[in-house]
């Protein structure tokens, strides 16, 4: 192999629109809103990688601008040192933000890109496979409790095992009646032998609720025998974080906002969180995901992926999911398009409500450009040589 032909000869973008899926925000995402951005890393070998990114397309489209000097000619085969090199001379361009999320989808795309020249799926290069299935959990927005009851219902129809519910009204109302309500309503939709998870959304704008609703509302959940307990603080509320982990019966999970793997010292040293939930797509990519969940694992918390917003993002997570000891559950928005609506061959569930992790080379998945094209006008630029 010549790695002078894996020389970076542009990066393309491509945001997602027209079915973007709703968040459970206070201020909606709407169906045109791009919050989403594919991104293509093309080389002189003809071989592309290709990224995911959680923000804007506008705003990827200013980051890669300001990041080109730092990536044109560069060799894409070496994913981990080009990301760094990315980090360390953006610090104060800020760091973080918008070019943390980018440089995220160039480093997912830089490792699918290594993958196909090495004819290696991303997890054997990550370290070695312990696993070549993982567990989907369908994650869907809490409801009023007779529709909770139905949508839980019609995942379990879906076939998937593995349920989370998540922002709506839960927590925002004052009404722990309520609360409880919409918890029992999933149970009974989704069933007693099957895993449910609640996410309160605490990353919301304004989050009302405290320490004492999340202590009490834990205490409700374990009766419910609901698996983990998500965002219940505001995101930055560390202290408050490791009082809950020590008092709730429940597991307390966290960490989707940060970005950087220095941002997870103290909340994993500090033992705030039973599992961490970095999300590929923002927090630095693969190679930074990769460190974080090493670093939880040393201290006994759980890392479990946060990338399911693009069908990219959720193959990034099962090839990191492959390669950790203890990560056999991953994300898995229920009904996107940007999920199920963009590969030639999309994620299928098997009987045991399972997905197979592919060990195709790279990230093991191929975007259809057709199906991209109908959410991007700009589609055509990620697939073009
Ligand atoms: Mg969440």
């Known amino acids: 192999m010549n790695t002078k032909d894996f020389a970076i000869r542009k990066i393309a973008f491509a945001p997602l629109m027209g079915e973007s899926p709703k968040g459970g925000w206070t201020n909606e995402i709407r ?9 293509a890393v093309h080389t002189e070998s003809g071989i592309i990688g290709y990224g995911s990114v959680f923000t804007n397309g506008g705003l990827v489209e200013a980051a890669l601008k300001l990041l080109e000097p730092l990536y044109l000619g560069e060799n894409a085969l070496e994913p981990e040192r080009v990301t ?24 997912i795309a830089l490792w699918d ?93 304004f989050w009302p609720q405290g ?67 970095p999300d590929a797509t923002k927090v630095g990519g693969i190679s930074e995901q990769r460190r974080i969940a090493w670093m939880a694992e040393e201290f006994g918390i759980r890392y479990i992926g946060h990338g399911w917003n693009t069908a990219i993002g959720v193959a990034a997570d099962l090839q990191i999911s492959a390669a950790m000891p203890h990560t056999d559950i991953v994300e898995f928005i229920g009904g996107s398009a940007y999920v199920d609506g963009l590969l030639t061959t999309p994620f299928k569930l098997d009987a045991d409500g399972y ?24 589609a055509a630029s990620l697939f073009a040589a």
């Open 31 to 39: 169906p045109e809103d791009s919050v989403h951005t594919l991104i």
């Open 84 to 107: 760094e090199k990315l980090h360390q001379n953006t610090f104060w361009m800020g760091r973080g933000g918008t070019l943390t999320h980018t440089i995220s989808g160039i480093d």
């Open 113 to 205: 890109l290594l993958g196909k020249a090495l004819d290696q799926p991303v997890a054997r290069l990550l370290g070695g496979v312990y696993r070549r299935r993982a567990m989907p959990y369908c994650s869907v927005l809490m409801e009023e409790p007779g529709l909770m009851r139905d949508v839980a219902a019609d995942a379990k129809g879906q076939g998937f095992h593995a349920l989370k519910i998540g922002w709506g009204p839960f927590g925002r109302r004052d009404d722990s009646k309520l609360d409880e309500a919409i918890v029992k309503a999933a149970r009974a939709g989704f069933g007693d032998d099957t895993k449910l998870f609640v996410d309160a959304g605490g990353s919301d704008a």
């Open 211 to 277: 320490l004492r609703w999340a202590i009490r509302t834990a205490q409700m959940l374990a009766d419910y025998n609901v698996g983990w307990f998500e965002e219940p603080l505001r995101p930055d509320a560390l202290e408050d974080f490791i009082e809950l982990r020590r008092q709730s019966p429940v597991p307390i999970a966290g960490g989707e906002v940060l970005t950087r793997r220095q941002a997870f010292t103290t909340w994993l040293t500090r033992g705030a969180f039973d599992i961490v939930q």
């Open 355 to 378: 997905l197979e992790i592919p060990m195709a080379p790279g990230i093991g998945v191929t975007l259809d450009p057709e199906k991209v094209a109908r959410y991007s006008p700009s």
